[in-house]
């Protein structure tokens, strides 16, 4: 039976109206969780239209669509090139990738996504992975830890972090959320310590998973693969991952660097479809709080 609250998608039919998705199209939705964006984009599709569906948790995999247009994939989405050749698919129409973690995540109780409940530290979005967020707490050095906090969680405290990690699992290995908590709070702003709680389990998460990395290689594929005016749709909820995809959208590549022709014309793949980036309205976040932080972005591919 299907979990209705696995996730609420944000800003579902900026998504679908993002992707202009023709009837007779192939479309890749790099991020299934719960089936909400999927859903909307076969119901868009006539009989020759078709769909495939990416994620690497298995739990997403009991919401997975009974329809002969749907094709599940139970895979990270930085293997994408892999898996169409797989399925015999070329090119595609269209991309959406939801970054945000889904509900489901966050609130259940034993995966360790959350500072909220008193849980193994695991953090994994692929349960056969072999790296937890335990494993990067007792097997880091202090400096890759402070860099992990720093990047991935722009946390200003993140060296004295790492000395505290570092120091605490001298007497006692990192297993449980509380221990974790135990060894960071003397260094966590009180009056913000809500944010930056969520801040060090995001560095954690990301380096967990390597989402950063995921990401990069998910978008460079997408390129290769979109037919010319095909569309893709991003959805991020935080600043590394919303700058990654606004410079890669701009320039075709990572770090923004601009390369120009003669006439000062920037050269890049993309037409820039929102040149303003679209955020959920007052009424919706108030209808789905998790969504606030969302950032739309829709380029096409000349």
Do not use: G, Q
């Given at each position: 039976m299907q979990n209705p609250v696995y996730h609420i998608p944000a800003l579902l039919q900026e998504?679908?109206?993002g992707l202009h998705i023709l009837p007779n199209g192939t479309y890749v939705d790099v991020t299934f969780g719960g089936g909400g964006h999927s859903r909307e984009?076969?119901?868009h599709l006539n009989p020759d239209g078709h769909l495939l569906a990416f994620d690497q948790d298995k739990d997403a995999e009991q919401n997975k669509l009974n329809d002969s247009?749907?094709?599940f994939v139970y895979s990270n989405f930085r293997f994408l090139k892999n898996f169409l050749?797989?399925?015999?698919?070329?090119?595609i129409d269209g991309l959406l990738a939801d970054l945000g973690v889904s509900f489901h995540h966050f609130d259940d109780e034993k995966r360790g996504f959350s500072f909220r409940f008193e849980s193994t530290l695991d953090?994994?979005?692929n349960q056969q992975s072999p790296k937890t967020a335990a494993t990067i707490l007792n097997d880091y050095d202090e400096e890759r830890l402070a860099n992990v906090f720093y990047l991935y969680g722009e946390l200003g405290q993140a060296r004295k972090l790492a000395y505290a990690i570092v120091k605490s699992r001298q007497s006692k290995s990192f297993v449980f959320v509380s221990d974790l908590l135990n060894a960071v709070r003397p260094y966590i702003n009180r009056k913000q310590e809500k944010k930056e709680l969520a801040q060090l389990f995001q560095a954690l998460r990301i380096e967990v998973n390597g989402e950063m990395e995921s990401l990069r290689k998910m978008l460079q594929q997408a390129l290769e693969v979109l037919n010319p005016g095909g569309r893709l749709v991003v959805l991020t909820y935080h600043s590394l991952e919303d700058r990654?995809?606004?410079?890669?959208?701009k320039t075709g590549n990572f770090e923004g660097k601009a390369d120009k022709d003669f006439f000062g014309k920037v050269n890049t793949p993309f037409k820039i479809i929102n040149n303003k980036v679209i955020v959920p309205t007052n009424?919706?976040?108030e209808r789905n709080p998790r969504s606030r932080s969302a950032k739309l972005r829709i380029a096409e591919k000349l």
């Open positions: 998504c679908i109206e984009i076969i119901r247009r749907f094709t050749r797989y399925y015999d698919v070329e090119h953090m994994r979005m990654l995809v606004k410079n890669f959208f009424e919706e976040i």
